[in-house]
């Protein structure tokens, strides 16, 4: 069988020289041939049908990492992952539409429409708030049930982590730093966002800004170095929600019997990922991988992530620290969040199974289900 120069492979495959030496590079597509006094690259007619297959995923854009994972799979397994990954990308270009038409009505002159109602709730440290609300118009109103809790785990001498859930916010947050640095810098930063008065409209707008006063807060909090702490909210103004995101605390999003995780997170380790350095298999294990890239800390150098989804009826979220989802797999989460129906019940669960794997850090976790109103 003749092979196929560099440059002739890329035509008919459709990609540049450069492009096959990078997925070279990657272990996504290795040459059949390397000449070892030139290191010129020749492959095989048959590596097409692959070299296309990363082409169509990079055009969906597809980080090149989890195309590594796809191309590992059986076809059936693949085509699953395609799928997760497409209901990811349709779920943020939702997010993004809304963006869209809240910037054109800005830009024109148009005022907001959305609507918002809170009530107070409590910041848990060991123990499980509970509660529901209902929110919208008179006919279609959607309705929020919530609990959230945190445990100290089984090792840990302090708690760290914050917890919130009430009628429209829900929150974790998870304190780093010494001499107790952390637990101030977590429960200032939900406390921050509990004083917030929602506006009826232009909720992004108003959150973009008071994301610097809730980083503000967390520096007040502690003057001691090295302290500061990750932030994953859930602001609640139905049938729209913004959440807020920063650090390696994680939002997921059960809809239609499917989890998805909902926030990116902000670690050295998964920006490696992201760049193809790493498999998500080696990321697991790698000595860094609690070693964050961003999160609150006073400075301002680093803003949150913030968007707007739409939610749905019969949609549940789920907040929680790495204490849980560091630790608990994600098909456990799954298991737990569509099988135990009651919220203040899910996470007296999902802390348990955390404690069940060693309970090697605080753990924090909030669940808030959106049903339809009576």
Not at 104 to 132: E, F, Q, R, W, Y
Not at 300 to 312: C, E, F, K, Q, Y
Not at 342 to 359: C, I, K, S, T
Request: hydrophobic fraction near 40%.
């Amino acid at each position: 069988m003749e092979l196929l120069t560099i440059g002739a492979f890329a035509r008919a495959a459709r990609l540049s020289p450069k492009a096959l030496r990078l997925y070279d590079e990657l272990g996504l597509l290795r040459p059949a041939e390397v000449d070892p006094a030139t290191g010129y690259r020749r492959y095989a007619p048959g590596q097409l049908e692959r070299a296309r297959l990363v082409l169509w995923l990079r055009r969906l854009g597809m980080p090149l990492a989890r195309i590594r994972l796809v191309l590992g799979l059986e076809p059936a397994r693949a085509a699953e992952e395609v799928a997760r990954y497409w209901e990811s990308v349709r779920a943020e270009t939702e997010a993004r539409r809304e963006l869209a038409a809240l910037l054109v009505d800005h830009l024109s002159g148009k005022a907001g429409t959305m609507t918002d109602s809170t009530t107070a709730g409590s910041t848990t440290t060991g123990s499980t708030t509970t509660g529901s609300t209902t929110t919208g118009s008179a006919t279609g109103a959607l309705r929020i049930r919530y609990a959230a809790r945190t445990d100290v785990g089984l090792v840990r001498e302090r708690n760290d982590d914050a917890a919130y859930a009430g009628a429209g916010l829900v929150a974790v947050a998870d304190g780093m730093g010494p001499q107790g640095g952390g637990g101030s810098a977590s429960a200032a930063a939900i406390e921050a966002l509990k004083e917030l008065e929602l506006p009826t409209g232009e909720l992004l707008n108003f959150l973009e800004e008071a994301v610097s006063r809730i980083d503000d807060r967390v520096g007040e909090a502690s003057q001691l170095p090295d302290t500061g702490t990750t932030l994953t909210a859930m602001l609640w103004s139905a049938p729209q929600l913004a959440l807020v995101h920063i650090g390696d605390s994680r939002g997921y999003l059960l809809r239609g019997g499917e989890l998805f995780q909902i926030t990116h997170d902000h670690t050295l380790v998964q920006s490696m990922v992201d760049d193809g350095r790493l498999t998500l298999e080696e990321a697991a294990s790698h000595p860094q991988r609690t070693l964050l890239v961003r999160a609150l800390t006073g400075s301002g150098d680093n803003r949150p992530d913030v968007s707007l989804h739409t939610a749905r009826a019969d949609d549940r979220y789920l907040l929680c620290s790495d204490g849980l989802s560091r630790w608990v797999t994600d098909d456990a989460l799954h298991t737990v969040l569509s099988t135990v129906a009651v919220p203040e019940q899910a996470v007296h669960q999902l802390v348990a199974l955390a404690n069940r794997a060693g309970g090697p850090d605080n753990i924090a976790c909030a669940v808030a289900d959106v049903v339809a109103g009576e």
